[in-house]
Structures are given as structure tokens and as C-alpha cells.
């Protein structure tokens, strides 16, 4: 069975039928700007036979859906839109039972066509509502129920609009726009480094300002709210004035190799060997380099924000209600719940549309400060993080560091590999582990230590060893994975998570390896592949590319033109895909076609799936070529968008097209982070190709390409 469905076996947990005549379908995965709310709506459209229209959808609520975990790892439609088309199509069997009773037919006489079941067009027919007080939901799934066939799905196959675009692009579509009755707006006063001590605060100066401004200190953690969104923001400015600190030169000193992580305590374990083990010192072609990437931040380019209020129950007990754009509804509500020291039941969270974060950004952060504020003012409140707060305090994706020894045996075949990646874990989401992960938890008077970010088992696809075994054919092969326990700067997942830097690293060293052998990247990665739809993937990506013809000469003046290949199947077992990248170099790195070829079985809504490959490149790419997080032996020093560029309307590549090979009798497979690793591989290998020099820490800036030059 679905596991989410056999977490959730109640098929009411799912389904309802409400007095105004909607069908209410509920569902623990959430929308992220990834069109996951068209995806369900699909899905149960389709299986239980009604216009879209006719239905409403509730995600992320604690109180009135199934517990789906966290929307991550793109197993929303392998997992999650899997589950409900189980349930959806039980759903409708049942009702055909029912609609038989009334129609004292057999069941397999009863048709069903635009949501009423009848045995023809003339006779008597019912709906879901006239049918609903016959059907019990309140039981377990038996999991028996057989979908819908693919040639029978009308929505999955044409698909529909999405339905959360209007609000989004007219007003009032996001948790920043939410409106509570009697909210106060709030903001946080940070200290100016994570370990900085409070020495002095004038509170009198912040009571001291015009209107009703409520000062909240707590320790370390200060807030301040008032009626206004502008009085906060005044608050907080002068509460940062009001107060002194201490910092300390606690933090490790920054290398732009991350050569500092594998200086550091760490956990070692052998993810993959397999093979005779080769003498290291055996003389063969061979390729021993240091890859690496630095701390990556989301970069949301609207701030966190949460709304948050306290009330009583009849027993005059606390109740807590939070609005919020976390990934996770179900894991907050047990961090809220833990800190608090509430019963789970006690604590409603509801998730409300966001900036898109693909990881753990600042939401549930700025949910736990939320709901610390309102319980102190007693009024409901809206949060909202500063720019400043979102670089500062946010969780990053982990800076990695891969090293990779790989040779060639005399017919230019792999013999041996052996790669060994160091990185701090890609886990510290709250509700996931015994701590409180929250940042206003180390800050409170009655602090809680910061939890060390930790990896789940590879089983799971998790953490820094996410895609550290090449998904290539190998003689030998022994695969190393340490884990940074040390703690430097905040870190938790980010899109991809090791996924993303391992296979940069390995795809770079496998375009090293082809061109030692004399073989072109594509057929020396075809050699080395015995998986068919891998092997389809990428002929596919040279189809479309024309990967065997010519290159074509430069565009700008002066400019060098290179074309590069880059391929993963997404932690071993979701979605293949093939990037091919063709760039011009002039005193930087200049993007100009990209082609995506995405193998990702049964593809539900072909139009979400499609730009998640695009906004999965160009998110790739934008890491690639800018993205980096400074910060010196006192503090972290990228604070602004100055000092953290992301790609540019202007930069963008000329063309960019994704080509799906759908198969529809297939099971559909996560797609969402396939293209992050092998878009930057393709870069790094388009480049090598232009200029003849390999760049292996990343990103890939014009001033590390001038010093690369100079030096070679």
C-alpha cells in the first residue's frame, strides 16, 4: 500500500462532501509555486469523475487532513497525489455500490459520467451528495481499489488551469496578505551574530515612541508589534539602537575550496563499494581532484512571514492557531507544540501560500516567533522577517567538498572510482528530531541548544550523500561519505540537497575521464550506462540538441563558444534527466541555449512538470555561476541582495527548452530537484570545452574564470 495512504488509512481524513455542494478533498502535501495544488485537483477530478470546478481543496492543515509529512524531496506526486488517486478511486467504488442499492442493479451495471452514477442517460441517476448518507468514510482504505486507466483520465491527460494563479497575480494570494481580526504587526531584533552576547538594552527608548508599541525581551530574543505595519518597523530600528552587544570570533575561517570541512571533526561511513579493491598507487590515467560548493541561501524573494493567536478552550486551556508557508504543517505543530509544552491537539497549523523556498527557509522560524510574540501581547499577530533576517538566519544548504580518484584501464573503460564527500547534515527541520530547531529557541532566557543538522539513512535518498554514487557502470568503486558535526553556519535542506554537488563533482570528473580517453562525453557516458531509459535520456538530450553536429561560432566578438553535457538520475530512483548547455565565454560566463531531457514515468501535469525542470535550471545555473554565503570569523557578512547576486532577467539564456519522454502506463516519479546537479556539471564541462580549463569549485564567477586564466 501507498505509505502515505497506510499512515493515513481513514478515507475521510481525505474526502468530504460539504452542504453547498463542493467535494472537499484534503491533503497533507502543499503548494510551493511547484503547481501542486493542480496536480491533486487532477487527480481527484479524474479518479472520481467531476469537474474540477466542483471541488475544493484544503492542504497542510492539521485539523482537517491527513499528516503527509513534509513537501520535500519531490515525492509529492510519486507519494502523495498516488495516495489520493487510491482514495479517490475507493472513493468512487463505494459509491457505485451505493448507487446500485438505489438502483437495484449490480454494481457493474452502474456508470459514471460528470459525477452522478446511473445506469443510462434516461433512467434515474445520483450524485455524490444524494448518495453521501449511504456511504460510510469513516473506515479504513482497503487499498484494493483499481484506478482509473491512463487512457481513461480526462484532466491528467490535457490538463487544466492552474487554480491558485488568479489570486496570485491580482492580490491576496499570499500568507503576507492575510488579515486577522485585531492582529498587531511585529518584527525581531536580532543580535549581530548567532553566539553575540547582550551586554545593555534601553527598553525605555523603544516604550518611549508614539502609538502602542509592544516591547517583548526574552533573553536574547527582543520583539517588538504594533498596530501598525510601519510603528514595527520604527520599533524595531530604534529597539536595534537601544541595544549592545558582545561578539565573539568563534565562527571558522572561510576558504572558497570548503577545504576547512574536512579539517573538521566528522562521522564517517562507506556508502557503496563494490569491486576488487585497486592498489591507489597503480599506475592508469587518472583523474584526482577536489570539487566543491559553498553555503547557499534560499534567496526568497518575499521574506518569511507568520500569523499567529492564542485563545481558550471551555476548560480554560491554551489553544494555538498559526498560519504559515513551512513545507510541513505536521512537523511545526510538533516543534510548536514541544516548546510550548502543549498537547499536539492543541496546536492548529494551516498552511497558507508563500515565496517558493524548495527546503527549509525561515517560515517555521518565523512561525515559532509569531506565536511567541502573540502569546505575550495577547492579540494575534503577523510577522514578517527583514531581508537582513532571511541571509543572517535562515538555514543554508551545506557548503560541500568532493574528492574523487578515478582511473582507466587500458581500453579506456573505468577501473576504479573513489570519491569521498564532506558535509554538514541537510536535516535540522523542526518536529524531525528531539531538539527544537527553531532560532528564537537558542535565543530565549530558557534557551535550547542549537540541534546538529543531521542526514537520515541514504534509503531515504537524504542529505550530502544524496546521488554520491555515480549511476555509471565501474569496475571498482568505494564511495565514502563524512558528515560534519562540528557546527559553523546554520545549516538544513535546500533543493536537491547533496544532490547537487555530487553530481557536479561527478559529472565534471566523468567529462575529464572521456576526454583522457579520447571519447566524446556523450558516447563515453553511454559506454558506462546499462540502464535503457538512462541510455534514452541522454540520446534523447542529443537529439534535440544536435549534441554530434558542429558547433556553432560564437555570437559576441571575441567570445570562445563551448558545449557541455551534464546527467543524473535523481537520488538513484526518481527521475533521469539530461542537461546539454552551450554557453560563450568572454570575461565571464555567458548562457545561451540550454536543452532539459526528463524521463519521469507517468507525467500527471505536464505543464507544472515543465517548469519545475526550467525553474530547477535556472535556479542550477543562477548557484552555479553567482551564488555564494560570506562570512568572516565574527559573523556572516552576506546580509543583502548586494552582497548575494542571483541571475538576472538580462542573464538569462537565449533559449531553453524541457522535453519530457512520458510514459503514461508508468508510475510517475519526483522530478522537482532532477536538474540542479546536471545543469551545473554541463556549465563546468561547456566551459572546460570553451577555454580548455577546468574550474571545480563553484560558483563559477568572472573573477575566479580571470584568476583561472591568468594562472593557466
Excluded at 286 to 293: E, F
Excluded at 402 to 418: E, F, M, S, T
Excluded at 442 to 460: G, I, K, N, Y
Excluded at 495 to 517: H, K, P, Q, T, W
Amino acid at each position: 500500500m501507498n505509505p502515505d495512504l497506510a499512515a493515513n488509512p481513514r478515507l475521510s481524513q481525505w474526502i468530504g462532501f460539504a452542504a453547498d455542494g463542493r467535494i472537499e478533498i484534503r491533503a497533507g502535501k502543499v503548494e510551493l509555486g511547484q503547481g501542486m495544488a493542480t496536480t491533486l485537483l487532477q487527480v481527484a477530478a479524474d479518479e472520481l469523475d467531476v469537474a474540477p470546478e466542483t471541488i475544493r481543496l484544503c492542504l497542510g492543515a492539521t485539523d482537517a487532513g491527513p499528516d503527509q509529512g513534509i513537501t520535500s524531496g519531490s515525492n509529492s506526486t510519486q507519494v502523495g497525489a498516488m495516495a489520493l488517486r487510491q482514495v479517490c478511486a475507493e472513493v468512487r467504488q463505494l459509491f457505485v455500490v451505493a448507487a446500485a442499492r438505489r438502483l437495484s442493479v449490480d454494481p457493474a451495471q452502474v456508470r459514471v459520467g460528470a459525477g452522478r452514477f446511473g445506469i443510462d442517460e434516461r433512467g434515474s441517476s445520483f450524485d455524490y451528495h444524494e448518495l453521501a448518507d449511504q456511504v460510510d468514510l469513516d473506515r479504513p482504505a482497503r487499498g484494493d481499489a483499481v484506478p482509473k486507466t491512463a487512457a481513461a483520465r480526462r484532466f491528467a491527460a490535457t490538463g487544466i488551469a492552474r487554480p491558485d494563479l488568479r489570486r496570485k497575480l491580482f492580490g491576496a494570494g499570499f500568507i503576507h496578505d492575510l488579515v486577522w481580526p485585531g492582529m498587531l504587526h511585529a518584527r525581531v531584533v536580532r543580535p549581530p551574530s548567532h553566539s553575540a552576547r547582550l551586554d545593555a538594552f534601553d527598553a525605555a527608548a523603544v516604550r518611549a515612541l508614539p502609538g502602542r508599541v509592544h516591547l517583548i525581551v526574552d533573553g536574547r530574543f527582543i520583539a517588538v508589534a504594533a498596530g501598525r505595519e510601519e510603528q514595527a518597523v520604527a520599533a524595531a530600528a530604534a529597539a536595534r539602537k537601544a541595544t549592545r552587544w558582545s561578539e565573539s570570533t568563534d565562527l571558522v575561517e572561510a576558504r572558497e575550496d570548503q577545504a576547512w570541512l574536512r579539517e573538521l571533526p566528522h562521522e564517517s561511513s562507506v556508502i557503496d563499494a563494490s569491486g576488487p579493491e585497486v592498489d591507489p598507487a597503480a599506475p592508469s590515467t587518472r583523474v584526482q581532484a577536489d570539487y566543491s560548493k559553498p553555503f547557499l541561501a534560499h534567496a526568497s524573494i518575499g521574506p518569511a512571514c507568520a500569523l499567529a493567536a492564542w485563545d481558550r478552550d471551555d476548560d480554560g486551556r491554551e489553544r494555538l492557531r498559526v498560519a504559515t508557508h513551512s513545507q510541513g504543517s505536521f512537523t511545526l505543530r510538533i516543534e510548536l507544540a514541544r516548546f510550548f509544552g502543549l498537547e499536539p491537539a492543541r496546536v492548529v497549523v494551516r498552511h497558507a501560500d508563500g515565496a517558493g523556498c524548495y527546503g527549509h527557509n525561515g517560515a517555521d522560524d518565523a512561525a515559532l516567533d509569531a506565536a511567541i510574540v502573540a502569546r505575550a501581547t495577547g492579540t494575534p499577530v503577523r510577522l514578517q522577517w527583514s531581508r537582513e533576517d532571511e541571509f543572517a538566519w535562515a538555514p543554508f544548504g551545506s557548503a560541500m567538498s568532493v574528492r574523487i580518484d578515478a582511473g582507466l584501464d587500458a581500453q579506456g573503460r573505468i577501473a576504479h572510482w573513489n570519491q569521498q564527500t564532506w558535509s554538514h547534515g541537510h536535516g535540522q527541520r523542526p518536529g524531525t528530531h528531539a531538539g527544537i530547531s527553531g532560532i528564537a529557541a537558542t535565543l530565549v532566557q530558557a534557551a535550547h541548544p542549537a540541534p546538529v543538522s543531521r542526514d537520515v539513512p541514504r534509503a531515504a535518498g537524504f542529505g550530502g550523500q544524496r546521488n554520491a554514487v555515480p549511476g555509471y557502470a565501474m569496475a571498482s568503486r568505494r564511495i565514502d561519505y563524512h558528515r560534519v558535526d562540528a557546527p559553523t553556519l546554520r545549516s538544513s535542506s535546500l533543493r536537491a540537497l547533496g544532490a547537487y554537488a555530487n553530481v557536479f563533482a561527478i559529472e565534471s570528473c566523468m567529462d575529464e575521464l572521456a576526454r583522457m580517453a579520447g571519447v566524446d562525453p556523450l558516447s563515453f557516458r553511454l559506454a558506462h550506462i546499462d540502464d535503457p531509459r538512462a541510455s534514452a535520456v541522454l540520446m534523447e538530450a542529443a537529439r534535440v540538441s544536435r549534441w554530434r553536429d558542429p558547433k556553432a561560432a560564437p555570437r559576441r566578438d571575441g567570445a570562445l563558444r563551448g558545449r557541455g553535457l551534464g546527467f543524473a538520475r535523481y537520488k538513484g530512483s526518481a527521475a533521469w534527466c539530461a542537461v546539454v548547455v552551450e554557453i560563450e565565454v568572454t570575461d565571464r560566463i555567458v548562457l545561451d541555449r540550454i536543452w532539459a531531457v526528463v524521463d519521469a514515468g507517468e507525467v500527471v501535469h505536464r505543464d507544472g512538470l515543465v517548469n519545475q525542470v526550467e525553474g530547477g535550471v535556472l535556479q542550477a545555473a543562477s548557484w552555479t555561476l553567482k551564488e555564494a554565503v560570506h562570512w568572516d570569523r565574527t559573523r556572516i557578512t552576506t546580509r543583502c541582495w548586494d552582497g548575494y547576486p542571483i541571475l538576472g532577467f538580462d542573464e538569462l539564456p537565449r533559449a531553453l527548452s524541457v522535453h519530457l519522454i512520458e510514459a503514461s502506463d508508468l508510475p510517475p516519479l519526483g522530478a522537482g530537484e532532477c536538474a540542479a546537479g546536471p545543469t551545473a556539471g554541463a556549465i563546468a564541462n561547456a566551459l572546460h570545452d570553451a577555454i580548455g580549463i577546468r574550474l571545480r569549485d563553484l560558483p563559477l564567477t568572472p573573477d575566479r574564470l580571470r584568476r583561472a586564466v591568468e594562472a593557466g
